[in-house]
Nanobody, 120 residues
Framework: QLQASGGGLVQAGGSLRLSCAAS????????MGWFRQAPGKQREFVAA??????NYADSVKGRFTISRDNSKNTVYLQMNSLKPEDTAVYYC?????????????????WGQGTQVTVSS
């Protein structure tokens, strides 16, 4: 029900925009989040957007922007000034109820992930 796309290989300092298209239900009232998992590391919170408002991990503040287009049932993650440490598989997720946006256990639906690789 969630399909993430837009990953790829980019040089440090470059940009990518990830998309997360939802199907099967309307996610307009859900909190939508992006997480990432680097090799050998635990999955970590990146950003989340609520009906009103959003939240970012400190490591991406000022570089990443999360947005949503409810008419398209799609959430985006614009990633600028990418660093090699941003290399990971990025996952989108949807939370129906709750407010702990940084906790992956709070999310009800997950996409399959898209690889982002940043070369130095």
């Amino acid at each position: 029900q969630l399909q993430a796309s837009g990953g790829g290989l980019v040089q440090a300092g470059g940009s990518l925009r990830l998309s997360c298209a939802a199907s099967g239900r309307t996610f307009g009232s859900y909190t939508m989040g992006w997480f990432r998992q680097a090799p050998g590391k635990q999955r970590e919170f990146v950003a989340a957007i609520r009906w009103i408002g959003y939240n970012y991990a400190d490591s991406v503040k000022g570089r990443f922007t999360i947005s949503r287009d409810n008419s398209k049932n799609t959430v985006y993650l614009q990633m600028n000034s990418l660093k090699p440490e941003d290399t990971a598989v990025y996952y989108c997720a949807a939370m129906r109820y709750g407010s702990i946006e940084y906790d992956e256990r709070a999310y009800d639906y997950w996409g399959q992930g898209t690889q982002v690789t940043v070369s130095s």
